[in-house]
Structures are given as structure tokens and as C-alpha cells.
């Protein structure tokens, strides 16, 4: 046991959890503390644990003037103020398989009563009504399930539902084609293939402004008459207005929902609506679940105390002084480089993602940088959170390839990233480097057209034929629109019919600024690109 490092249990967790701790350190259980007492004590601990009800805000993590871990019995980390744990180079971990069965199986669960009506016949009969005919259901067996979103708990769905005859036809735009063929589920190259065969749709995306609303009239009118929703993923992912409107037309019949926009909820217009069932966030409440949650962060507790690899850190990982130095200035640049080459490219999956390190970056071990660009390339598009550990863990899962190249030699810098994301309708390549003694992120070439600007939060890129007045005419329609143009640069290679123009702005772009320039004459493409 090594009693110089003590560690505070503070909320309820497994006891093999508990004994796990126990055996190596000193462990005081906290679970009847009042917020006071935590915060009079807090300093004494290494390392402490909480669940949900515990919030360390940043005044409470300074007061930990020894914590080095920050371990949350759980999948979010929102009652832990990370930034302020980064700042003080204390790790977070939290436990986000822990909940991955429980999700999936709760899933099915909603599926077969979805279509068996069992929580309608039930209720029934316990109020002394005997309506066998009424609550004929629908077999599952050779029906096609439709998922949206093939992370982890997609991929368990996938399989129960398979055991069961169905037919599984899945949208994730990263993941690879040959993850799709190992499970033998179709894949679908847009969510409206999904809605056009799939009898039951389950939701397990990220919840992302653009996944916001996902399912809404637009989408619910490409379904199939007679489908049938499941969501136990984020509330915030249909559009509840829309699927009543859905359920009241029958383009809808039946929708079992297990999380909500506003939580807790108990009155609601499709409670009670005929062929809706709902539950009170039930997803991860097993007591599997939460053992395992408890279990798995304790283990990330004794790897973050004895130096080993802390798996499900959300926050940077301790680098040495040496790599920090040499390194740390240029991760944010392959963060920036990942999002840019995927927001530029048009897959529909991911298949490859090289990353190529010109110059002393050569001399260098560059793996923190390829998971800084994967961490940037995922970031927003899977069910799990992303972080600097578990980037690549996410991309080996979904089958992308991943692949460094180290040139000693570049031509015009002392060090240069390349990104390039490679798909089934082609390849998105980005450059960058650092510029000055702090390593300013620079963005240096898009669509192969060499160029030198800063980055910025917003970008705006377009495509046009090569010929004099181009940039004005973008400078005209921006000013009309009020939008504030911060730098610009244009990179044509000589003897090139094309050039790309590169602005960055102080706030994002209005979609219908770029339709407008992009549609007109001898402008090939137009595409605003948020990195904030």
C-alpha cells in the first residue's frame, strides 16, 4: 500500500471499487459530507471520486492543492470545471463505456414493446380490461432497423437486432466501409437512404448543433408510412413538434422515447399520445451500469497515481517538460488542421487519415500531434466525447486507417503538418505550421493552392476560374450583407484555371451569403468553416 497518496470517495460506488483503492492507498469514504466539510478537506486528497451530485467547480478544485485526479463515476464530466483541472494539470477521467450495454439493451427493450404494445396492454389489464384484439403487434423478424449513428452502443444494437432476423441498415458518416462489412450491416451513404427502407429508426448520435432537430418534418416526411422512432440518446435529437405532427397524420405510428430536451419532464403533449411509450431516462440505469462505472474509474484513479496510461482521460495528458516545449505550441495547429480537413471534405465516411511532418517535426515523436488531428477530425461526429486519449481507440473502432509520414527536408518552413483525409469520393488536404517564438497556428495550403494566414475561428473558402475583379466581387456581396471581412489571402498556382480565396471573420458567415457568391458566374464552390 502506498499511504502517501489518499483518496476520497465521495459519492456511492462499487465496493470492488472501493477495495480496489483500498488495497493500494490510503481511502476515506466522504458520502455523508456536507459541501462545507468537502470543501474544509479537499486539500488533504490525491485523488477523489463523485458521481453526478458533486460539483467541483474551479474555487473548489484550487482549494485541492494536492489533487492530481479527478475521477467521475459516470459518461459526463459537466459538474467538473475541466478547464480549471487542465489549468492545474489535474486529470479527469470518467467512464464512458461503462454505460454502453445498459444503452443498447434499453434500446431493444423499447423496440419490442414498441411493437408488441406491450406498456399499453398492461395497462390495460391491470384496469380489469380484457382487449386481446386490440393490441395486436408487429413482428421485428426480416424488418429493417435503421440506426443513426454507428459508434459503440449503434454497433450493440446492430448485433442484438441481427439476432433477432432483422435487417440493419446504419448512417455514420465516420466510419469506415469495412467496419459496416465485418458487422454485415448495410451501409447507408445519407440518412434518407435510412428513412426510405428502414421500418424502425433508432437515434445514437452526438449531440451537436448540427445534429440538433435531426429528425424533423423534412426528415419525418422521407420515412416510410407506419415507422416507428426509438431515442435513447440525446433529447435534443428529434424535433418533438414535428414527430407529433407525425404521430397525429400516421406517418409515425409508434415512437418510444427515453430522453427528453429539459429534464426532468413530466408532462408533455406526446405523453399519453396513442403508440408512444416513454421512460424517465433509464439508458444507463442498470446496476451493472453503475457498479461498472464505478469499478472503471477507480481503475483510472490507481493508473493516474502509479503512472500508467489513463485511458479515459477528457483532459491534455501530463506531457515531460521536454515534449511540452517542443511540441505543446503545435497541437492546437493539428487540432485546427483535423476540423478544417474534415469540415472541407464531402465523404460520407473516412477511410484513411495521413498525416505527413516535414522538417525537425521529422526528428520529433509525433504521435501527441496525430491524436491532436484526430482529436480535431472527430471531434463533434461520434456518440462518445473525444479527447486526447481515446482519439485514435475511436478511429481504430470505425475502421479508419491511420498513418504518419516524416519528410526531414521542407522547402519553405523549419517545420510542416499536412492533413489529408482520404474517402470513398475522394481526398481534403490542409497544411499548416507555426509561425514567431510562440507558434502561432498558420494555415498555409487548401485544396492544393499555397497561401500564408493566420488561423482564425471562422473561415470562408471559395473556388473560382482564375481572372481579374474575383475578389472584389466577394468584397462587394460581404459589405451588402454587413459581414466584416478580419484577413484574406489567395493562393493560384501559375498556369492553374482555378485559385482559392481564404477569409477569415469575426463571426460566422450566413449560409445564404456564400449560396449567393458561390452560384454565381465562374465560382466553383463556396464553404464557411467554423473552428471554434
Not at 489518499?6 to 471499487?17: F, N, P, Q, Y
Not at 479527469?92 to 406491450?118: D, F, K, Q, S, Y
Not at 423478424?141 to 435487417?167: C, D, N, P, Q, W
Not at 448540427?210 to 426528415?219: C, F, I, Q
Request: hydrophobic letters at 45%; glycine letters at 10%; proline letters at 4%.
Amino acid at each position: 500500500m502506498n499511504d502517501s497518496y489518499r483518496v476520497l470517495i465521495k459519492e456511492k460506488i462499487a465496493d470492488s471499487g472501493v477495495e480496489l483503492l483500498s488495497e493500494r492507498f490510503h481511502v476515506d469514504l466522504g458520502v455523508d459530507w456536507e459541501d462545507a466539510e468537502l470543501e474544509q478537506r479537499i486539500a488533504d486528497y490525491d485523488a477523489i471520486l463523485i458521481r453526478s451530485a458533486t460539483k467541483l467547480t474551479a474555487e473548489l478544485i484550487e482549494k485541492g492543492s494536492r489533487l492530481k485526479v479527478i475521477g467521475r463515476a459516470g459518461v459526463g464530466v459537466d459538474n467538473v470545471d475541466v478547464p480549471a483541472a487542465t489549468k492545474r494539470g489535474i486529470i479527469v477521467a470518467n467512464a464512458p463505456e461503462a454505460n454502453t450495454i445498459a444503452a443498447a439493451e434499453h434500446t431493444m427493450a423499447l423496440l419490442l414493446a414498441l411493437c408488441r404494445n406491450i406498456p399499453q396492454a398492461h395497462g390495460s389489464l391491470v384496469s380489469g380490461k380484457w382487449e386481446r384484439s386490440k393490441f395486436g403487434g408487429m413482428e421485428v423478424y426480416e424488418k429493417t432497423l435503421g440506426i443513426l449513428g454507428f459508434g459503440r452502443i449503434g454497433t450493440l444494437v446492430a448485433e442484438r437486432a441481427k439476432s433477432f432476423g432483422m435487417h440493419v441498415v446504419a448512417f455514420d458518416p465516420f466510419v469506415s466501409g469495412e467496419r459496416y462489412r465485418e458487422l454485415g450491416v448495410e451501409k447507408a451513404e445519407t440518412s434518407d437512404d435510412v428513412y426510405a427502407g428502414a421500418d424502425i429508426i433508432t437515434l445514437h448520435l452526438p449531440k451537436t448543433p448540427d445534429t440538433a432537430g435531426w429528425l424533423n418534418d423534412e426528415a419525418f416526411a422521407k420515412m416510410r408510412d407506419g415507422v416507428r422512432i426509438i431515442n435513447v440518446a440525446r433529447g435534443e435529437l428529434i424535433d418533438h413538434e414535428a414527430l407529433q405532427r407525425a404521430l397525429e397524420s400516421g406517418k409515425v405510428a409508434g415512437a418510444a422515447l427515453d430522453v427528453f430536451p429539459e429534464e426532468p419532464i413530466t408532462e408533455h403533449p406526446l405523453f399519453g399520445m396513442e403508440g408512444v411509450i416513454v421512460t424517465p431516462h433509464l439508458g444507463a440505469s442498470t446496476a451493472e451500469a453503475q457498479d461498472r462505472a464505478g469499478v472503471i474509474t477507480a481503475e483510472q484513479v490507481v493508473a493516474a497515481l502509479e503512472g500508467g496510461i489513463v485511458t479515459n482521460a477528457v483532459n491534455i495528458p501530463r506531457l515531460s517538460p521536454e515534449d511540452m516545449e517542443q511540441l505543446g505550441p503545435l497541437m492546437p495547429l493539428c487540432t485546427k488542421l483535423g476540423k478544417l480537413a474534415m469540415a472541407l471534405g464531402e465523404a460520407s465516411s473516412v477511410d484513411r487519415i495521413q498525416v505527413r511532418y516535414e522538417g525537425r517535426l521529422a526528428d520529433f515523436d509525433t504521435r501527441l500531434l496525430t491524436i491532436a488531428v484526430l482529436y480535431g477530425v472527430l471531434q463533434g461526429h461520434t456518440e462518445e466525447p473525444v479527447n486526447f486519449v481515446n482519439a485514435h481507440t475511436l478511429a481504430e473502432e470505425r475502421g479508419i486507417v491511420v498513418a504518419e509520414q516524416k519528410e526531414p527536408e521542407t522547402t519553405d518552413f523549419n517545420e510542416l503538418v499536412c492533413v489529408e483525409l482520404v474517402s470513398n469520393r475522394g481526398s481534403s488536404a490542409v497544411a499548416g505550421t507555426g509561425f514567431g517564438p510562440r507558434q502561432v497556428p498558420h494555415l498555409v495550403s487548401v485544396y492544393g493552392q499555397s497561401f500564408n494566414m493566420e488561423m482564425a475561428d471562422h473561415f470562408v473558402f471559395f473556388r473560382y476560374r482564375d481572372q481579374p475583379g474575383m475578389i472584389g466581387r466577394v468584397g462587394e456581396a460581404f459589405g451588402r450583407h454587413g459581414v466584416n471581412i478580419h484577413s484574406a489571402a489567395v493562393g493560384a498556382e501559375e498556369g492553374a484555371d482555378e485559385a482559392v480565396m481564404a477569409i477569415t471573420t469575426d463571426a460566422p458567415v450566413p449560409h445564404e451569403v456564400i449560396d449567393e457568391i458561390a452560384g454565381s458566374a465562374d465560382f466553383h464552390e463556396g464553404r464557411a468553416v467554423s473552428l471554434a
